[in-house]
């Protein structure tokens, strides 16, 4: 993944566009193997299913690569594709703008305040254990409708992460740059807003990332459970009205979506991080 | 804006390092104190930036006593004092920033401190793309703009290599001699202490004023300072409890 370098980044070199002839073979011939090592896994499948390879793993029912191609490029002619890919996405995005904004808030309230933390830790430790997935039960109980209920499971799955490493990131800010702030004649809210929240991004960016994992495994499963429309409730049909290779393109699509939704938050937090050291040459 | 000390108490939890101090310091004098490592330095400069309740004793910044943090008594710190994520202009404006001055106005003061600590050009880097010297100079700044009464100084040269030091010592010298505070500055660097200080004030190992000692010739060449340095340096050497009461 590259992005256009920010202006703050020492200027480092292009990406040689004519490099070196014996560094050019080196990577060509890399690429080669990478690109043969895709393609001979992708051979391998295409032959245990072809011919139905029995080998204690049973490929007799296992759509092909062929199959799942062609599924996959039926499907993207379809409405009702979109329809589940826009449903998994409102819900994955809305759960984890909540936690983020929630978690973000409990964090630092519990990290900075002892009677916060008196009140919400023993809540928080209570229920951190459970795993969100294991709650979709109290959350068809709950709530009226399905599409809440998702939101909610996907809400708690992000919201742990975030709030326990803002908290460990707030509570591991050096205390010098609070005295600063303070011996300027900043007062609690002006410390919080210009030295709490910015120096705890890094924590809370890390915390978002390990949040938005957590939180399509949980849209996902609670979509198989519960769902009307989704990516997860798609898959779990296809499965079992036995269209195998409808299945295929349900885990390639959640691939994709969990991909681009991690790499959009890591390059927000990058950039929200730019003060950082960082190695030399990594993309920022 | 002068400072009166009086039997001042002072620690963290249950220990107490400071044990009835005594110190006043005048309109626009320079007041170095040194003293053994752990003697209670620090301790007394968080105490007068009001970043410390006193446990006992009086405290008065011009003649009021001291009740928390005023961005009339400004602490400069050793190392790590900037914000790394602001840029140097921008760590400049912020305690301009924090009582409310306009953009504007707070820009342009903001870069004429920069300019005066001889760091034009650099409003924006960030701090970590700057050498020791470098930020402590920015530190200087940020302190400054902020037009405190009072600027208190915890071994802000401590860090930095012999060079860069008496820099900064001249510079430190330069920008008082244009705007006159009154400064209370923590070293243990004897030599620094009668070179900036118009006096020089020792602490014992017991959280006590051990010696106050008149820097002979305070920023000049220091050519008479043997008989003063002794004196600095044999308070410093007293056990505790040793001393005549």
Redesign the interface.
Known sequence: MTTTAPE?V?PREKPTSVPPPKDRGRRGRRAAIRATSVIAALGLWQLLTTIDADLWLKFDRLPSPVEVAEDFVYQLGTPVYYHDLADSLVRIVVGFLLAAVVGVAVGTAVARSRSTSDVVQPLLEIARPIPAIAMVPIAILLFPTNEEGIIFITFIAAFFPVAVSTRHAVRAL?V??E????????SRA?VLW??VL??A?PGVFSGLSVGMGVAWICVISAEMISGEYGVGYRTWQAYTVVDYPGVLVGMITIGVLGWLTSAGVEVIGRRA?????REKGSVA | MTLWVEDLYAGYGRTTVLNGLELEVGEREIVVVVGPSGCGKSTLLRVLAGLLPAKGGRLLVGGVPVTGTSPDRALVFQDDGLLPWRSVVRNVELPLKIRGVPRQPRRERAESWIDRVGLAGYERHLPRELSGGMRQRVQLARTLAGTPRIVLADEPFGALDAQTRVAMQRLLVDVWRAHPTTVVFVTHDVDEALYLGDRVAVLGRDGTLAAVVQSPEPRETGAANGKARAEILAAMAEPAGERAA
């Open positions: 703050t020492p050096p010098v740059w005295d600063a702030v303070r011996t300027m004649g900043g002006k210009n030295v910015p120096g991004r991080t730019r003060w950082l050291p």
